[in-house]
């Protein structure tokens, strides 16, 4: 679920298993008329220049893999940068300005089960790489990046998305507030995508899509002559169908997509180096957001629904805006957390067990290449409820957040397990470790 489509890995080219005939030659009295024709000659080329570029990517998939693995066991400096990342951030960049997903995604998929740090390193690098991109224009450096606001609504019936932005000056309202509430610079230029992205659409752009449409922006924000933006053009998809009947009351997630194109120096994003002052900038900014969302709650209801207050029917909670990557974490897992306490909750009155006798035990598994968590509420012997969830991030910080979600439900016992069987049964029981 919500997770960047990876481009197909490449062919492998498999031998025939049958075990070719042994040539006998020509007959003695026919002659060799074999001849190397300059077609034969370009069939030759091309097949030996498909196996060097098989053989080339696979060696750069391993060098970035093994190059993400040595910069992660290095120390930082006093900069908090580590020997070799330069390196590392050239070679991403790289992938991304040539639109090679394929590297990254496969150096990644190694080092997921080869190397942790190494793993976490790199799906950093390459999430900042393509979230912030560093621009000239003239003798100026200017910073672009891509931002989201992740919301959760609750409606009757679902969100329509023929209702969405038809407002539109409501809709310049809604990204001049922005700037308004301080969450970016007055000196910063602000832009919001005139289109409200569901979770498949946040979903499916892969990090060279994500820099591309960092560039898109910078170009429309400072060319006069850019008419046109076709990344941010592909990244609207369209929603899904709703499923939801009329009277069905709908809990959705829905990202706001925008861009700001700042200068390097602008004092408003320095953030300070005494880790106590960083501390109370980001909370400062975390209260703008906060008075932000609250005083613009009916803003958003009328720019989703046409509507406001009560004739909107309509309850919004935004979480928090961040850089692209970070913010479509967040929005995935709280929407996630609340997907799989909803089904727990559901099992546990099902079965008219109390949550207090209850045990939760949580296993970490794999499927289809994505790390997924799984939950289960036993009590004598018997399961109660289960849940599931794909993680995106630190799947262990997500197994302690998601421990602390259901121990709201009045669950005081915890357990790890390695899995459940297809039947339900827990494989490798023990006690879980805070």
Same mark, same amino acid.
């Given at each position: 679920?919500?997770?960047?489509?990876?481009?197909?890995?490449?062919?492998?080219?498999?031998?025939?298993?049958?075990?070719?005939?042994?040539?006998?030659?020509?007959?003695?009295?026919?002659?060799?008329?074999?001849?190397?024709? $300059?077609?034969?000659?370009?069939?030759?080329?091309?097949?030996?220049?498909?196996?060097?570029?098989?053989?080339?990517?696979?060696?750069?998939?391993?060098?970035?893999?093994?190059?993400?693995?040595?910069?992660?066991?290095?120390?930082?400096?006093?900069?908090?940068?580590?020997?070799?990342?330069?390196?590392?951030?050239?070679?991403?960049?790289?992938?991304?300005?040539?639109?090679?997903?394929?590297?990254?995604?496969?150096?990644?998929?190694?080092?997921?089960?080869?190397? %942790?740090?190494?793993?976490?390193?790199?799906?950093?690098?390459?999430?900042?790489?393509?979230?912030?991109?560093?621009?000239?224009?003239? /003798?100026?450096?200017?910073?672009?990046?891509?931002?989201?606001?992740?919301?959760?609504?609750?409606?009757?019936?679902?969100?329509?998305?023929?209702?969405?932005?038809?407002?539109? &000056?409501?809709?310049? !309202?809604?990204?001049?507030?922005?700037?308004?509430?301080?969450?970016?610079?007055?000196?910063?230029? =602000?832009?919001?995508?005139?289109?409200?992205?569901?979770?498949?659409?946040?979903?499916?752009?892969?990090?060279?899509?994500?820099?591309?449409?960092?560039?898109?922006?910078?170009?429309?924000?400072?060319?006069?002559?850019?008419?046109? =933006?076709?990344?941010?053009?592909? %990244?609207?998809?369209?929603?899904?169908?709703?499923?939801?009947?009329?009277?069905?009351?709908?809990?959705?997630? @829905?990202?706001?997509?925008?861009?700001?194109?700042?200068?390097? &120096?602008?004092?408003?994003?320095? =953030?300070?180096? $005494?880790?106590?002052?960083?501390?109370?900038?980001?909370?400062?900014?975390? /209260?703008?957001?906060?008075?932000?969302?609250?005083?613009?709650?009916?803003?958003?209801?009328?720019?989703?629904?046409?509507?406001?207050?009560?004739?909107?029917?309509?309850?919004?909670?935004?979480?928090?805006?961040?850089?692209?990557?970070?913010?479509?974490?967040?929005?995935?897992?709280?929407?996630?957390?609340?997907?799989?306490? %909803?089904?727990?909750?559901?099992?546990?009155?099902?079965?008219?067990?109390?949550?207090?006798?209850? !045990?939760?035990?949580?296993?970490?598994?794999?499927?289809?290449?994505?790390?997924?968590?799984? =939950?289960?509420?036993?009590?004598?012997?018997?399961?109660?409820?289960?849940?599931?969830?794909?993680?995106?991030?630190?799947?262990?910080?997500?197994?302690?957040?998601?421990?602390?979600?259901?121990?709201?439900?009045?669950?005081?016992?915890?357990?790890?397990?390695?899995?459940?069987?297809?039947?339900?049964?827990?494989? @490798?029981?023990? $006690?879980?470790?805070?």
């Amino acid at each position: 679920m919500n997770k960047p489509n990876r481009p197909q890995g490449k062919q492998q080219v498999k031998p025939n298993g049958k075990a070719a005939a042994k040539p006998q030659g020509p007959a003695r009295d026919k002659p060799r008329t074999h001849v190397a024709t $300059d077609a034969s000659r370009r069939r030759q080329h091309n097949a030996h220049a498909a196996s060097q570029v098989l053989d080339e990517g696979e060696e750069q998939v391993l060098q970035l893999a093994a190059l993400a693995a040595a910069v992660a066991v290095g120390e930082p400096d006093a900069a908090g940068r580590r020997v070799g990342q330069d390196e590392l951030e050239r070679m991403v960049r790289k992938c991304l300005r040539q639109r090679d997903d394929e590297t990254l995604y496969e150096a990644l998929e190694h080092l997921r089960f080869e190397d %942790s740090r190494g793993h976490a390193l790199l799906r950093a690098v390459a999430e900042e790489t393509a979230d912030i991109v560093f621009m000239r224009r003239g /003798e100026k450096e200017m910073e672009i990046n891509a931002f989201l606001i992740p919301f959760l609504a609750r409606t009757q019936g679902g969100l329509q998305a023929g209702r969405v932005f038809t407002d539109g &000056d409501a809709f310049d !309202t809604l990204r001049a507030s922005l700037q308004e509430a301080g969450l970016e610079s007055p000196q910063a230029r =602000v832009v919001l995508v005139h289109h409200l992205y569901h979770p498949d659409e946040i979903g499916a752009l892969t990090y060279s899509d994500v820099d591309a449409m960092n560039r898109d922006a910078f170009a429309s924000l400072t060319d006069k002559k850019v008419m046109s =933006v076709p990344a941010i053009e592909r %990244s609207m998809r369209g929603w899904p169908a709703n499923d939801f009947a009329a009277d069905d009351e709908a809990l959705e997630l @829905r990202f706001l997509l925008g861009f700001a194109l700042k200068d390097l &120096d602008d004092p408003f994003y320095a =953030v300070p180096q $005494d880790e106590a002052a960083a501390d109370a900038y980001f909370e400062r900014r975390a /209260e703008r957001f906060r008075a932000w969302a609250d005083k613009h709650t009916p803003l958003m209801q009328h720019c989703l629904t046409g509507k406001s207050g009560d004739e909107a029917r309509c309850q919004l909670h935004f979480m928090y805006q961040d850089l692209f990557h970070g913010a479509k974490q967040t929005g995935n897992a709280e929407y996630g957390t609340l997907q799989m306490m %909803s089904e727990l909750e559901h099992g546990l009155a099902q079965s008219g067990a109390a949550a207090a006798d209850a !045990t939760a035990i949580f296993a970490l598994a794999d499927e289809d290449g994505e790390s997924v968590l799984q =939950v289960q509420l036993r009590a004598a012997g018997q399961v109660l409820a289960q849940a599931a969830r794909v993680l995106e991030g630190d799947p262990h910080e997500q197994l302690a957040d998601a421990a602390d979600a259901v121990a709201t439900l009045g669950v005081a016992q915890f357990r790890l397990a390695d899995g459940f069987a297809a039947d339900g049964s827990v494989q @490798r029981e023990r $006690d879980f470790r805070a």
